[in-house]
């Protein structure tokens, strides 16, 4: 099974700042700890600070892989071009947010995602990422 991940601007400092709101492990790091807990999936990782690369990447992997986990960071609530591409692809994409944007500024409460997602986890941490992860090889 191939799980790609795709994580959207600034997530690329994870671990380095504002460790408050996003934990302190970097996604280099934690991407292992992945690895470990699911042997028999092919991770793809791909970050990005360029809304046009992250439609590239939701587009090719659409069509490649067997699922997405998508963390579209600030994208989230203004991209419709990011919504379009999740809608335009056959495979099943995981939204996944660290942080609980709804307990946070009014603005985050707008997703462009996820009423194209199969689902959405928000405010669990990294976790999230392992249970969107979990949920893809259930439903593969
Ligand atoms: O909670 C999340 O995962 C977010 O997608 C993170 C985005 C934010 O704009 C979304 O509303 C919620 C921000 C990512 C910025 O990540 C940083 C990590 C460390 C230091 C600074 C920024």
Known sequence: ????????????LLGKREKDIYGDMSFEKYLPVLREMFPSVTFYYFQSNIEGELVGEIQRTGFEYDGIVLNPAAYTHTSVAIGDAIAAIKVPVVEVH???????????KLSYVS??????????GLQGYELAVRWLIGKA
Do not use: Y
């Open 1 to 12: 099974m191939k799980i790609a991940i795709i994580n959207g601007p600034n997530l690329n």
């Open 98 to 108: 660290i942080s609980n944007v709804h307990a946070r500024e009014e603005f985050r």
């Open 115 to 124: 009423a194209k997602a199969a689902g959405s986890i928000f405010g669990l």
